[in-house]
C-alpha cells in the first residue's frame, strides 16, 4: 500500500476518530517506539515490536486520524494498517519471545527483553526509544529512553509498534491453532478465555503453554 491518501477506516460503517496521537516527542529525531502483545495469554510468546516513523509519515498518520492503541482498532482495521506501516516505516522489527524463556525469567522480564531485542534488531539504529509502559532495563548498545504510561494512546510509533506486535502474534497463534486446535487459538490468541481453558481441562497443556501461569482457576 503505498499512500496513505484516501484510505478511510471504518467501523461498522462508521468512521473512526481516534483520538489525537503526539507524532513525535521532538521532531527531526530518529525515535523508535516499543510495545509489547500477549503478556496476559496462557500460551504461546509475548511478542515485541519497535517502530522508527519519518516525522512527515507520523504526521499523515495522525492527520488521518487512522492510529490508535491497536487494542481499540479492528481487527481489520489493524491488519490495514500493519500493511501500511510496514510498507511506509523507517525502519520496523517484531521478536517472539517463547513460553519457555517466559517461564525461566518471568513475563515481566520476557516483555522487556523482546523490546529491547526488536530495538536491536532495526535496521535504522533510532536515536531515542519511547517505551510503553512504567519501566524499563536498557543496556549499554541502547539509546536513552523514556517510558510512557498507555504510550501506545499517546504517541505514534509506540501506537505504530503496538499494532505490529499485536497483527504478527495473532498471527502466530493463528498457525498454532492448526497445530493444537483444542483450544480455540484462531479466536482468543491464548487469552485465557472459557474456551481455552475448557480445552486444558479436556486434552492437558501443550507445547507452547507457559507452565508459569496458573492455567485453571483454583
Keep these: ?51 522508527i516513523l519519518s516525522p512527515g509519515f507520523a504526521e499523515s498518520l495522525v492527520q488521518e486520524g487512522v492510529l490508535d492503541d491497536s487494542k481499540k482498532l479492528s481487527r ?21 519471545v517463547d513460553p519457555a524463556e517466559i517461564d525461566r525469567i518471568n513475563i515481566l522480564q520476557a516483555s522487556l527483553a523482546g523490546m529491547r531485542r526488536a530495538a536491536r534488531k532495526l535496521k535504522v539504529r533510532p536515536e531515542f526509544l519511547l517505551i510503553d509502559g512504567n519501566r524499563f532495563v536498557t543496556s549499554d548498545d541502547l539509546p536513552e529512553f523514556e517510558c510512557f504510561i498507555k504510550g501506545d494512546a499517546r504517541f505514534a510509533s509506540i501506537a505504530a509498534a503496538s499494532i505490529l506486535a499485536k497483527t504478527h502474534r495473532d498471527e502466530l497463534m493463528q498457525n498454532l491453532h492448526a497445530e493444537c486446535p483444542h483450544y480455540g487459538w484462531n479466536s482468543n490468541a491464548g487469552y485465557p478465555t472459557r474456551a481455552h481453558r475448557e480445552g486444558i481441562r479436556e486434552v492437558g497443556l501443550s507445547i507452547h503453554h507457559r507452565r508459569s501461569f496458573r492455567q485453571l482457576p483454583k
Excluded at 467501523?11 to 507524532?23: D, E, N, Y
Excluded at 516527542?25 to 511478542?47: F, I, S, W, Y
Excluded at 481489520?76 to 517472539?96: F, G, K
Design 1 to 51: 500500500m503505498g499512500s496513505l491518501s484516501g484510505f478511510l477506516v471504518e467501523f461498522h460503517g462508521t468512521p473512526i476518530t481516534a483520538m489525537m496521537l503526539a507524532p513525535w516527542v521532538q521532531k527531526n529525531r530518529l525515535e523508535a517506539g516499543c510495545d509489547e502483545a500477549g503478556r496476559g495469554c496462557l500460551a504461546g510468546p509475548v511478542t515485541a515490536a519497535s517502530v
Design 76 to 96: 481489520t482495521v489493524r491488519d490495514r494498517l500493519r500493511r501500511v506501516i510496514e510498507s511506509q516505516a523507517t525502519a520496523w522489527a517484531v521478536v517472539h
